[in-house]
């Protein structure tokens, strides 16, 4: 359907506002939206491949540099969820410009552990260690989160996967050698609000 058309028809919810829906809307709307989060792996694919291909000046393109931090938690006996959280830690690069650490940490959070969603989220302050004194800014920001029982392991994400993922030269896994990984992850969420438990 294009933008701004309406929906009519047994398919559709009748309401025309949220406070005059009925049982039966509901039943039709939770069909479709148990379709529409099966494809949810695919949509993250989808956007990941829009770091193709994107350099901004680095040794390697942002889709070459989630391969190589990814591989390199994987290789390192990381976890599927760690592993993917490796892999789509930056896919909010393209519309999270600002904020791109948040942007993924809110994809990724109802498929992963607290650890590995505060990993993701700050791993951007976390990052700077190695080269926000370059762009007259504080390399030491992260300590502000010293107090954090997350603190070590997003350092530690950092130093060994994410700072180290930059090598042209490295022998990265494919996109596809990582799409079970991803898709197992995102099969169901561990938690959210629109899911029950049973
Ligand atoms: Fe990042
Ligand atoms: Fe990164």
């Not at 930056?90 to 940490?105: F, K, M, Q, R, S």
């Not at 029982?149 to 993922?165: R, V």
Request: proline residues 4%; contains cysteine.
């Amino acid at each position: 359907m294009e933008a701004g058309q309406t929906a009519v028809g047994a398919d559709h919810a009748k309401f025309r506002e949220m406070k005059e829906g009925t049982q039966e809307d509901w039943s039709i709307i939770s069909k479709h939206y148990m379709e529409f989060a099966s494809d949810l792996p695919d949509r993250v694919l989808t956007h990941l491949k829009l770091l193709e291909g994107d350099f901004g000046g680095f040794p390697v393109c942002r889709m070459e540099h989630s391969l190589q931090t990814a591989t390199r938690a994987h290789r390192d006996g990381r976890g599927e969820r760690y592993v993917v959280m490796a892999l789509l830690h930056d896919i909010g690069d393209t519309l999270g410009t600002y904020n791109h650490p948040e942007v993924a940490a809110a994809i990724l959070k109802p498929f992963v552990t607290e650890q590995e969603h505060w990993i993701c989220q700050h791993h951007g302050a976390f990052q700077g260690y190695y080269f926000f004194h370059f762009l007259g800014m504080d390399k030491d920001v992260r300590d502000t989160f010293r107090d954090s029982p997350h603190f070590d392991a997003c350092a530690e994400f950092c130093e060994k996967y994410d700072q180290a993922a930059f090598d042209p030269d490295y022998d990265s896994e494919s996109l596809e050698f990582f799409e079970p990984m991803l898709r197992r992850v995102f099969a169901k969420p561990l938690s959210s609000m629109y899911v029950s438990d049973d």
